[in-house]
């Protein structure tokens, strides 16, 4: 919003009428619009309202180096759009009259007869300070600002030409009394109320010593610069609005309507500020120096422009209304919807963390702020750290503060002494013995809302993190944050600030140690100066910390290996199978030799195409008669001869022992057939290394790989790999999988040396 906010207004109506009682600034001015392409100023400049000849214009410099000789810088004026009170005022349209109230008086430096003058050829208009506004009569803008009753208490959002007002009017009930609207009870089913009870009567039953109040109508304005529509995504502008109304204007109007309830101090403020304007008028002095004395005079004066000052800067309002505290702001990224061309990441991100899980920062920082994820690896870091710890010690020493609150606010200072950028916030949670979501989180989503800490990546101790410069870093910047940071480290023999930001984004293509302390610190005996300098450039946003993220490469050989070894397999399964069928036909020798011929082993079901190819009715039918009465004698012959299929079944089994073949190899179960399947996929079916994508879902030829990996190596060094290989997608940063997979860096770092040639490394933001 510090692009389009122009002013901040005050306005109220009583029965005197409406009045502007203060703005801030003294003279907003919209930015200048076009009303027409304004050509380049080039060889086709002079045919530049011209598209033929534009297009076909040569392309030749002149010899005096200016392509465009007959250039008048005063001609863009034509192409500048400009609203109608630029030659002429808004109100002149309405009958001028001087019979006004008295802060409507024309300036003593104008006279009755030229405050508006005829003669406009060429001349713009000039504004008289006292009397208008953004080329708008007080009159008129404050009778358009204050609606009618019925469209009060209620969002108002008014776009006029290039401007847009947002606000909330509010007003008196209707016997002029302010009192907090109560809603109404609902009556009893089938009866309604009395008609001799009117509502004015039933309102002031509720408050009978109610103060009545000359003010009427009173509406707190934010003016905007009108958005260009086709600069932004369709329905960010409707979003833009809204939150400037939640979280601005309707939040200053709720405390103006309570106090004026309860104090009438809006009424207060408003007649003091009139009768100061007054004054001013009547002695003549300018409008700027009654603009700058009213400060002095009004603690609402003053909150306006603290307001308007602090969403100009993009910081964070803290002002005081009638001895209220309060403070306001906009979510840090939210221009950013007006900007198409810019990274459309404005809520992305917000609503949902790097891992898709819901945003803990809560609903009050879940838009246009570009937080990081919340989550027990990051650190807080502290700002403005004397001003908070003054406040808070003031807090604890105060006499009227209950026991109970007391310890509360010991222990929150215990935490804010305790924060640092090298103490994550899991382990803060420990040494508290506080529980990291009910007493942890909130404090963290306090302070980050209202500026006083943020939430960074981890800093390792000895100051042995890789940072890195943000891409996009402003030239203003450097040039603003330069000389302070000289005043602030030059007695310290520490490099300047563009020497010390080159060092860090050229350390990161470093052959050896590209960390901080190895690249600028150098020596131990400097860990704590420089650890001084890194928290002065996180707190003004210009390093990022790079984190190390893991993945895991399927390689050429590793994928010959383990294809290899479920070939050889697969083809002693197909041994293992022949030799199985192969019992079968021993046991037909076998059956010969006790005397049991052909006939009785189909009988027996010793063959494979008695129970597959026909059922017993079938074969029944098949059979001549005489064919039928010998299979009869045969079955039931058969049962006397059981004792040979017993020995037949133990001779099965003792030839079945002297097989050497494994039992998961002699079946072929489904899922040795699918995985055959994934051999012959085209993802899967190929020598090329490859990356395993999502280790923790890892298909069987992808765990048949990651066992690969393993053989012959450590037992533990294996069981940690087995462990934590489900963090080697790409995604988690070393520091989660230190905190998920509970090891410390130096078991990482093994687990990175013993399968070095299976994966891939490589440095990113987290």
């Known amino acids: 919003m510090s692009e ?75 192409y500048i759009w400009k609203r109608p009170h630029t030659l002429r005022s808004r109100s002149m349209s309405f009958s001028k009259s001087r019979s006004v109230p008295a802060s409507r008086r024309a300036s003593p430096s104008k006279g009755p007869d030229d405050a508006y003058p005829l003669d406009t050829s060429g001349d713009y208009y000039e504004e008289d ?116 109304y939640e979280q601005v204007a309707f939040t200053v109007t709720a405390v103006l ?61 803290r002002f005081t209304l009638h001895d209220l505290p309060l403070e306001l702001q906009l979510p840090p990224y939210l221009d950013s919807l007006l900007h198409v061309d810019e990274d459309d990441d404005g809520d992305i991100g917000d609503q949902e963390d790097e891992y898709g899980m819901p945003n803990a920062w809560g609903p009050d920082v879940s838009f246009a702020w570009r937080l990081p994820a919340l989550t027990p690896w990051k650190a807080l870091l502290k700002l403005d750290e004397d001003e908070l710890a003054y406040e808070l010690y003031m807090k604890v020493k105060a006499p009227q503060l209950p026991e109970e609150d007391r310890d509360l ?59 890195s410069v943000p891409q996009k870093l402003p030239a203003k910047i450097l040039e603003e944050l330069t000389p302070e940071f000289d005043r602030t480290f030059s007695q310290l023999n520490v490099p300047t600030l563009p020497k010390l930001l080159s060092t860090i984004s050229t350390s990161t293509h470093s052959k050896g140690a590209n960390h901080f302390y190895a690249t600028v610190v150098g020596a131990k005996d400097l860990i704590g100066l420089y650890s001084d300098v890194v928290v002065w450039l996180l707190k003004r946003d210009l390093l990022i910390t790079l984190h190390l993220h893991i993945r895991i490469v399927a390689t050429e050989e590793l994928k010959e290996r383990v294809r290899t070894h479920w070939e050889e397999a697969r083809a002693r399964r197909r041994r293992a199978r022949a030799r199985a069928q192969g019992i079968i036909h021993d046991e037909h020798d076998i059956l010969g030799t006790t005397g049991l011929d052909d006939e009785n082993a189909d009988v027996e079901g010793f063959t494979l195409e008695t129970a597959s190819e026909s059922s017993p009715v079938q074969n029944w039918l098949s059979m001549s008669p005489k064919s039928a009465r010998r299979q009869s004698r045969r079955i039931s012959g058969s049962e006397k001869k059981g004792g040979s299929r017993g020995s037949l079944s133990v001779h099965r089994r003792r030839f079945e022992e002297k097989d050497d073949v494994e039992e998961d190899e002699l079946t072929s179960s489904g899922e040795e057939e699918v995985r055959w399947e994934n051999w012959t996929r085209p993802e899967y079916n190929n020598y090329y290394a490859s990356v395993i994508t999502d280790p923790a879902r890892a298909t069987p030829l992808e765990r048949r790989w990651l066992a690969a990996m393993s053989e012959g190596k450590d037992p533990d060094i294996v069981r940690r790999f087995e462990k934590i290989n489900q963090y080697f997608d790409g995604k988690c940063t070393d520091d989660e999988i230190l905190f998920r997979a509970e090891i410390s860096r130096k078991q990482l770092r093994e687990v990175l040396h013993h399968y070095e040639e299976y994966l891939l490394t490589f440095l990113h933001p987290s």
Request: proline share 7%; charged share 25%; aromatic share 8%.
């Open 409 to 467: 606010a010991e222990q929150l200072v215990r935490f804010l002494e305790m924060a640092s950028a090298t103490i994550p916030l899991a382990d803060m949670a420990s040494l508290l013995d506080w529980d990291l979501e009910s007493q942890v989180y909130p404090i963290v989503r306090w302070l980050v809302l209202h500026r006083r800490a943020k939430l960074i990546d981890v800093v390792h101790p000895v100051l042995k993190t890789i940072f």
């Open 129 to 244: 300070e006292y009397e208008s506004v953004l080329g708008y009569s007080l009159e008129i803008l404050a009778g358009m600002l204050c609606p009618t009753r019925s469209m009060c208490h209620q969002k108002f959002e008014l776009v006029v030409d290039d401007l847009a007002f947002i606000g909330h009017p509010v007003c008196a009930d209707a016997d002029g009394g302010w009192r907090f609207n109560e809603k109404a009870k609902q009556p009893a089913r089938g009866r309604g109320t009395k008609k001799t009870d009117t509502p004015q009567m039933e309102e002031k039953a509720l408050e009978p010593n109610c103060t009545e109040s000359e003010l009427q109508t009173f509406h707190f304005v934010l003016v905007l610069d009108l958005p260009d529509p086709s600069s932004s995504a369709s329905g960010n502008i409707s979003k833009y609005f809204d939150t400037i």
């Open 4 to 78: 389009t906010l122009l002013a901040v207004l005050l306005v109220t109506s009583s029965a005197k009428g409406s009045n502007l009682v203060y703005q801030w600034p003294r003279s907003p001015k919209p930015q200048a619009r076009l009303s027409r392409p304004l050509p380049s100023h080039d060889v086709t400049c002079a045919q530049g309202d011209n598209p033929w000849r534009a297009a076909n214009a040569p392309d030749i410099p002149t010899e005096d180096g200016q392509p465009c000789p007959g250039y008048d810088p005063e001609d863009e004026e034509d």
């Open 257 to 317: 309507y309570q106090e004026q309830v309860l104090h009438n101090f809006v009424d207060t403020e408003s007649e003091k500020l009139s009768a100061f304007k007054e004054d001013y008028l009547k002695r003549g002095k300018p409008f700027e120096e009654y603009i700058t004395d009213a400060l002095k005079e009004s603690s609402l004066a003053s909150a306006m422009k603290t307001l308007y000052d602090a969403i100009k800067d993009n910081t964070v309002a």
